[in-house]
């Protein structure tokens, strides 16, 4: 069975940092791995989708790595914004695919001014 | 202009009452799917469909019911509602199916309260 852990649960920065999120899993045969944003009381939105043949995928001032072998994955924000509070969650598909995402617990990010 | 609606955005309701949540998305996708976010914020997936047939039904008790009348809507019926249901439910949508190549969109959620 497949699980996703997020570390760490909540980091708080000041406003400039450059910051790294990391999600893993315990399951390497994936199919991809998703990165979104949820603001509170929000719907979730996509920010990066990172195919299990690829390495990264850059998106403006947000990198995600994909390591599938070692069941890793991080997001880096360059230059952190207050605007870029929110939670952020981590979810793998697995290889046999039907689109059942599995998702981590989630870091909680806050930016301050 | 939204992309994966939900209504109603809240609801609350009694312990054993019946409550249905809609969901539509405009995105021309081909599967759609319910999520369930608890108080501890995990998301679990519940239902998902794929042209109008069931593809994923996870161990869910049959008092959920989901029903996808056509491609663009999946609405959620719940019977007896407990007190364990309350939490945040959100639909989702995406292309490609079975492939599962592609982004899933979210829609706004829907918070359900049981008292």
């Known amino acids: 069975k497949q699980e996703v852990t997020q570390i760490p649960a909540a980091l708080s920065v000041p406003e400039g940092e450059n910051l790294v999120l990391n999600c893993s899993f315990t399951?390497?045969?994936?199919?991809?791995l998703q990165w979104f944003r949820q603001d509170p009381g929000k719907g979730l939105t996509s920010l990066l989708l990172?195919?299990?043949?690829?390495r990264e995928q850059t998106s403006g001032r947000l990198n995600a790595s994909l390591d599938k072998s070692s069941g890793r994955s991080t997001l880096y924000i360059a230059a952190s914004q207050p605007g870029d509070s929110a939670t952020y969650l981590c979810?793998?598909?697995?290889?046999?695919?039907?689109?059942?995402?599995?998702f981590g617990q989630g870091t909680i990010l806050t930016v301050h001014p | 202009d939204t992309a994966v609606s939900q209504t109603p955005k809240y609801l609350v309701t009694q312990m054993g009452n019946d409550k249905s949540i809609k969901c539509e998305q405009n995105?021309?996708?081909?599967?759609m799917y319910w999520y369930k976010q608890d108080s501890k914020k995990f998301l679990k997936i519940m239902f998902s469909?794929?042209?109008?047939?069931?593809?994923i039904n996870e161990t869910v008790p049959n008092r959920f019911s989901p029903k996808s009348p056509d491609k663009a809507h999946l609405n959620l019926h719940i019977n007896s509602l407990e007190l364990g249901d309350s939490a945040v439910y959100f639909c989702?949508?995406?292309?490609?199916?079975?492939?599962?190549?592609?982004?899933?969109?979210f829609g706004p959620g829907t918070r359900l309260t049981v008292l």
């Open positions: 989702a949508s995406s292309q490609g199916g079975l492939a599962g190549r592609y982004t899933q969109y």
């Open positions: 399951d390497s045969a994936i199919y991809n």
């Open positions: 990172i195919q299990s043949s690829q």
């Open positions: 979810a793998v598909r697995p290889g046999t695919s039907y689109g059942k995402l599995t």
């Open positions: 995105l021309g996708h081909d599967t």
């Open positions: 469909y794929n042209n109008k047939e069931l593809i």
